[in-house]
């Protein structure tokens, strides 16, 4: 397994395993990260039309909830990219396509 798929492979567990430290001992997701990836696919994929603009409103607003709600469970870099609504980054992090680079600071001698 080269270095990137050791990433996204620790990435996806990443989640499975902060919840076995809580009551799910079964390694399944937490249940807020799937509802949290399905409202991040309505967001970054709406339906077209009044229907859609309502649907897309009552969405972010249970996004809104979500996070509210397990903020203390959730990575750091999640996190980030909810509060930024920066919806399309939040979905790849959860898909383990985003790796986070740190950055660095140039030292001027």
Known sequence: MNGNARYLDKRASHFRDREM??????????????SLRNRLEEVTHPQHGPEGKTKLLATLAEMGNLLAQHRAEMPNELVHYLERRSYEKAARYCAGEIRVHRGKCDSKS
């Open 21 to 34: 430290d809580s009551d799910n001992k079964e390694g399944k997701e937490p249940e807020w990260l799937v």
